[in-house]
């Protein structure tokens, strides 16, 4: 777990501020940090390379409240988010490779006047190799909506209604006052219109 000064800046709206997840060095000691973001349809995960001097390792002591939340939150999501990385993303395109690749072969085989007979195999292969993906796809659903989950709860737990301004009630106030103003010019118009019909009668 990082905190990459300006983070926040370069990247709005993420979830944990300027906290992101280590994620490797170069050897021209730049660090590349992993910001997860909320998307409609599940999460995002921004890579972004940053110079050594704008990192620093957070520390519970001398932070506020609201920094505190974000980093146990970060802390809590680092191993599922590398777990989610580093794992279920590559065997997911892994199958996906093995599935295309077999799949080639059973088409192969199955224009083959020698290997035709083996048309049998290339498709339990390919089975097994679907159920497999299947499963790795669901699995990658139940990380991605696990960590959506955490961070959703993170800006949930950033918003306190109580603290909506008092401007709502004088916004209402306001509200009743225009209208009442514009059912009266209304009242009035109308009046004065069933006036002048009154007179030319």
Do not use: C
């Amino acid at each position: 777990m990082v905190e990459v000064e300006g983070a926040d800046i370069r990247y709005p709206n993420l979830p944990l501020g300027k906290l992101g997840i280590f994620y490797e060095v170069n050897e021209k000691r730049r660090i590349r940090v992993i910001f997860p973001k909320l998307t409609q349809e599940g999460i995002e995960y921004i890579y972004s390379w940053h110079n050594l001097r704008s990192i620093r390792i957070p520390t519970l002591e001398n932070i506020n409240s609201q920094s505190r939340v974000n980093l146990q939150v970060a802390q809590q999501l680092a191993f599922l988010m590398k777990e989610h990385i580093q794992f279920i993303e590559p065997e997911i395109l892994n199958l996906r490779k093995q599935w295309h690749k077999i799949n080639e072969l059973l088409d192969l085989v199955a224009t083959s006047e020698f290997y035709a007979s083996q048309q049998g195999i290339y498709k339990r292969a390919l089975f097994q190799i679907e159920n497999l993906l299947d499963k790795a796809e669901e699995l990658q659903q139940v990380y991605i909506g696990f960590i959506r989950e955490v961070l959703i709860g993170r800006q949930v737990a950033g918003y306190d209604p109580n603290l909506l301004p008092d401007d709502g009630f004088a916004i209402d106030n306001q509200y009743k006052r225009i209208r009442e103003e514009y059912q009266y010019m209304k009242d009035t118009a109308t009046a004065y219109a069933e006036l002048l019909r009154t007179r030319q009668v």
